[in-house]
């Protein structure tokens, strides 16, 4: 597998999953090939190798994925953000606003702290609800966001909106709501 490879080519495009009119990006097949998988890491690595970054945050579950061999990559801690009652230490959490409705993500209160240079990872940038939690659970620690990397970004919400300043990397994009 080389730079060439397109990795769109290993994303299933699932239509009304799973609801109708939602076009939805399986990343099932890509982790299914280890080439595909390995090259992922390799792009985000190549990206943020020189950020100097000292943490690398993640949301469950999909963000997982990524984050755990990056940061391994990159000489870097994993920090897992979860879904609430999840972790069994003291938590700090952040709630944020989706389309309808409110959600909640909770990290450990030392997980964090002033000083740290922090990545966030998910598979998929939506409307960025998701990563600018981590992002704010990032800053109110005292960390600095070094960077921001999406496996997939969804161009046509522009969840990037939250992420003025950042720097992003996003290794496949869909421009609108069709294969
Ligand atoms: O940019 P946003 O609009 O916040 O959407 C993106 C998030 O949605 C998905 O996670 P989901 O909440 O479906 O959870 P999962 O990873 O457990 O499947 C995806 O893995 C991102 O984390
Ligand atoms: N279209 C989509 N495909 C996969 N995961 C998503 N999370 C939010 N929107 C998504």
Known sequence: ???EFELKSVIRSVPDFPKPGIMFRDITPLLANHEAFRETIRRFTEHFKDSKITKIMAAEARGFIFAAPLALELNASFIPVRKPNKLPFDTQAFHYELEY?????????DAVEEGDRVLLI???LATGGTIQ?????AEQAGAVVAGCGFLIELDFLNGRRHLEGYDIC?????GD???
């Open 1 to 3: 597998m080389n730079q």
């Open 101 to 109: 409705g409110t959600d909640t993500l909770e990290m450990h209160i």
């Open 122 to 124: 998910d598979d998929l």
């Open 133 to 137: 939690a981590c992002a704010k659970l």
């Open 170 to 174: 996003s290794l496949i994009n869909y």
């Open 177 to 179: 709501e069709n294969p």
